[in-house]
């Protein structure tokens, strides 16, 4: 049994879970053209902002899928973001779809205009065309885009974002630190050789004799064994470390040995 300790903080309030949404948008996707990247680097930014991403769902470029989904999911979570369909061609439809979700009209932000002015200013120029990504839903303010110069957009708690994982990684980087989240929950892995089938009654009774904190079992299959990583999460230090001491008490006296850090 080693005695280093793995500890991460993910985000999450003690009083109320905040929740975020995300509606990935396009036809590559859903075809297996293209494979999204986006869930994963949303989903862990959210946690480092305090929110949980509680649902995903991926839609094809048709207004009414779209209009439905982020009706749907922004009303039953604190924020709803989008990505992809917001770029110059015709078939980027996600701007005039979410204006009919929010029901605006959608209109040239002015300060959208002058970046993509001066953006393609030594790069062809501001055609129409590239124009049209500085059309938002009306009442919409602009998420900085240092990549490429085509804005994100937000409104209220809506956030339509590029589908173009590191262009959506800038973004979120100039979201970082704006959104009401909650209080840090820190995590600790313990890790062990055994299936999680064995230990299921184990830590559905530990959790439970541990208030305030949550173990998730994550099996894998390696080097052809099994075995899994069990993540101890709490608000409080101290209960997760009780929390993790009891389970690795408990696994060892059943001859199995942990690895406190995951393996």
């Not at 305090?50 to 839609?59: N, P």
């Not at 009401?180 to 062990?192: A, Q």
């Not at 101290?238 to 408990?250: G, K, P």
Request: with cysteine.
């Amino acid at each position: 049994m080693t005695t280093e300790k793995s500890l991460t903080v993910e985000t999450y309030s003690t009083n109320r879970i905040w929740t975020a949404a995300l509606v990935v948008i396009g036809d590559e996707i859903l075809s297996g053209r293209t494979q999204d990247k986006n869930i994963a680097q949303i989903a862990l930014w959210l946690n480092l902002q305090g929110i949980r991403l509680a649902e995903v769902r991926v839609v094809p470029d048709v207004e009414e899928a779209i209009v439905e989904g982020v009706n749907q999911l922004r009303a039953r979570n604190d924020y709803l973001f989008t990505t992809g369909g917001i770029g110059p061609t015709h078939d980027d439809i996600t701007v005039d779809a979410i204006a009919v979700a929010l029901g605006v009209p959608v209109v040239f932000h002015p300060k959208a205009v002058a970046v993509l002015e001066h953006y393609y200013e030594t790069r062809g120029g501001a055609t129409p065309m590239r124009l049209r990504m500085a059309r938002v839903p009306e009442g919409a303010s602009l998420i900085e885009n240092r990549m490429s110069g085509a804005p994100g957009i937000r409104h209220g708690n809506v956030f339509i974002m590029a589908g173009v994982p590191h262009i959506t990684a800038m973004m979120l980087d100039a979201l970082s630190g704006t959104l009401e989240g909650g209080k840090p929950l820190l995590s600790r892995s313990v890790g062990c050789w055994i299936a999680e089938s064995e230990v299921a009654e184990l830590l559905r009774t530990t959790e439970k004799a541990h208030e305030g904190c949550q173990i998730g079992s994550y099996p894998f299959f390696r080097d052809g064994k099994t075995g899994a990583n069990f993540v101890i999460r709490s608000t409080e230090a101290d209960a997760m470390d009780a929390c993790a001491a009891e389970l690795m008490t408990s696994l060892a006296a059943i001859g199995r040995d942990t690895v406190d850090g995951g393996i």
